[in-house]
């Protein structure tokens, strides 16, 4: 039973996972936050080269 339960828990999850993602990749509040992630990836990588 609880190895059922495990498995049941591990498939919503996986699905609510693929959901959010499908729905949030098209959002641009994400894009927001990505390209401020990798602007400030890169600017932090200049920095340090320079």
Do not use: C, E, P, R
Not at 38 to 47: C, E
């Amino acid at each position: 039973m609880v190895i059922y339960n495990k498995q049941v828990v591990y498939q919503l999850t996986k699905s609510a996972s693929i959901w959010l993602f499908k729905n949030t990749l098209l959002s641009n509040s994400l894009n927001h936050v990505l390209s401020d992630f990798i602007g400030g990836l890169l600017s932090k990588g200049l920095s340090l080269t320079l």
